[in-house]
């Protein structure tokens, strides 16, 4: 069968050399990573759009614990990524032990930032913050936080289940480094968005 | 195992991107501490955000290790997203100044 007959029996693409080089579901992560950007693009220009509007947006974040607590969160989802290149790299060295121990040291990593998340939001809502109100300032303070340190936060939890999912499958064989790999991608990506989140959210209201 | 002889050592190779990144994430804390106006804070924020992302994007995802056409189809198309997102800032500012017709 020539090239043109397979092509117009609907084989075109199996015949077609993938431009990126990459496996189809590394470029189906990517296109998720790019729209997944766009959408917390949105959501912190949003954020920008009411902070900017209001007169009297509210500077809340102490040093001690809020800022304190950032930190900490970032250099534990910093390390996470780099647990999770250790992973990558043992599963696709054919490690299966040592990929799971990196594996699941990213997860662990994972719950830690997420139960310290879950502490900021906890000591914010004793001060009164809620969804629209607050007591110093704009209500939709509250709303823009929660939204967007709720949605990254609800990406940390699903790449944790993911990660634990991946991780069990993996080991069994019935997954390939290839997946591991993938998985890594969306890590790298909670991590990034984090990057800007703690600098516009955070940093840009800190208490004087 | 053959395999996990070539594997430890992509934790060591990727440090200084690690450290840098905590470096940043530092400097941005330190940055604001200092007194700068909010644009300018803003701006030295973005920037280092930015360069963290891209060293993320880079190194940790291996962007810089496909091929250029999958770099060039991701981030100039995310790039003119974002930019086109602000065309938002006019409205903000005449808000802020309860100007509801303002030029």
């Known amino acids: ?208 | 195992m053959a395999g996990s002889a070539k594997s430890g050592n992509v934790i060591v190779k990727y440090l200084p991107v690690y450290f840098v990144l905590l470096a940043i994430s530092f400097l941005e804390v330190f940055l604001a501490y200092q007194h700068f106006s909010t644009a300018g804070l803003l701006a030295f924020l973005l920037f280092l955000a930015v360069c963290g992302a891209m060293l993320a994007v880079m190194y940790f995802m291996h962007l810089a290790h496909e091929r250029r056409s999958l770099f060039l189809t991701l981030i100039p198309a995310l790039i003119f997203v974002l930019l086109m997102m602000n065309m938002i800032w006019t409205d903000s500012f005449r808000l802020l100044h309860m100007r509801p017709f303002a030029h």
Do not use: C
């Open chain 1, 1 to 208: 069968m020539s090239e043109t007959e397979a092509a117009m029996q609907g084989h075109g693409a199996m015949l077609e050399a993938s431009p990126y080089a990459i496996p189809s579901r590394k470029l189906t992560m990517w296109l998720f990573i790019l729209s997944d950007a766009v959408t917390f693009g949105a959501i912190l220009f949003g954020y920008g759009y009411l902070r900017t509007a209001s007169n009297d947006w509210p500077t809340p974040f102490k040093f001690n614990p809020s800022i304190l607590n950032v930190m900490i969160m970032t250099v534990v989802l910093i390390t996470s990524s780099l647990t999770m290149l250790g992973a990558v790299d043992a599963a696709k060295a054919g490690d299966k032990p040592k990929a799971t121990r990196f594996l699941w040291s990213t997860i662990l990593l994972g719950v830690i930032f997420a139960g310290l998340h879950l502490r900021e939001w906890f000591s914010m809502i004793d001060e009164g913050v809620r969804l629209f109100q607050n007591p110093w300032g704009s209500p939709l303070f509250g709303a823009s936080f929660f939204s967007i340190t709720g949605l990254h936060m609800l990406h940390v939890v699903t790449g944790v289940v993911a990660i634990a999912v991946v991780s069990r499958l993996f080991t069994r064989g019935r997954l390939t480094p290839g997946h591991v790999e993938t998985m890594g991608l969306y890590w790298h990506f909670v991590d990034l968005v984090w990057m800007f989140v703690v600098p516009l959210v955070y940093l840009l209201n800190i208490s004087r």
